[in-house]
């Protein structure tokens, strides 16, 4: 069966500082990829996404940015993060032949 | 413009009864995909139930089933039989187009409580 994985679970970070979050999916092969933000009792916002290795597609202007060295992983990162950062994080991945997709366990970022 | 409307913040059932959690999205595609998603407080985003625009059948998945009215634009959630469990938050997404990259568009979200 397929897993998606995440880390770090929460993370605690100055404003100004880098930062890499990382995300893979076992049990599948060229799945799109997606990163989500979740501004605290808000919807999801979709940040990137990606439909294979080095693909990268950017949604939202921002100081974010993404990457996909391999197929089952995809990174998120700043160079220097924002207090406007803050939130929850969300990696997801859906197979070219189903509709929905399926998230991993989430990344909490706060900026100090 | 909002896609996807979810008119409800916060909604109150009593245990085993059935409640309808309202959304309502805006698209100029013929070929879409409506989803709905449980978000406990741990965070996790948990798949519930899909509908495609050309699904001619509301949806049904155990207790949960959508009621589909695409003249109106709308994709309601309907849980029978509330359990303390279905206690989360409720998110209404919307896939444009018939494939492809499959952007979901969220909603704001609905809030459900179950009461014993």
């Known amino acids: 069966s397929q897993t998606i994985h995440q880390w770090p679970a929460t993370l605690v970070q100055p404003v100004g500082s880098p930062l890499s979050l990382e995300c893979t999916v076992e049990?599948?092969?060229?799945?799109?990829l997606y990163w989500y933000r979740q501004a605290a009792g808000r919807g999801l916002q979709l940040l990137f996404y990606?439909?294979?290795?080095?693909?990268i597609s950017s949604e939202v202007p921002q100081n974010l940015s993404a990457s996909r060295p391999q197929d089952r992983q995809f990174i998120l990162s700043s160079k220097k993060l924002l207090l406007s950062d803050s939130g929850f994080y969300l990696c997801?991945?859906?197979?070219?032949?189903?509709?929905?997709?399926?998230f991993g366990p989430g990344t909490r970022l706060t900026v100090l | 413009a909002q896609k996807i409307t979810q008119t409800q913040p916060g909604m109150f059932v009593q245990e085993k009864e059935a409640v309808t959690l309202d959304c309502t999205y805006d698209?100029?595609?013929?070929?879409?995909?409506l989803f709905w998603y449980k978000q406990p407080s741990s965070g996790e985003m948990i798949f519930l139930i899909y509908?495609?625009?050309?699904?001619?059948q509301n949806a049904t998945e155990g207790r949960y089933s959508l009621n589909f009215q695409k003249a109106r634009k709308s994709a309601n959630l309907v849980i029978s039989a509330s359990q303390l469990g279905d206690s989360a938050m409720y998110f209404c997404?919307?896939?444009?187009?018939?494939?492809?990259?499959?952007?979901?568009?969220f909603g704001a979200g609905t809030r459900l409580a179950v009461h014993p």
């Open positions: 990606s439909v294979g290795i080095g693909q």
């Open positions: 997404a919307m896939r444009e187009g018939p494939g492809g990259y499959n952007k979901l568009i």
């Open positions: 997801a991945w859906r197979t070219s032949g189903s509709g929905e997709q399926f």
């Open positions: 698209t100029s595609d013929q070929s879409y995909g």
């Open positions: 509908q495609g625009s050309y699904d001619e």
């Open positions: 049990g599948t092969s060229n799945p799109n």
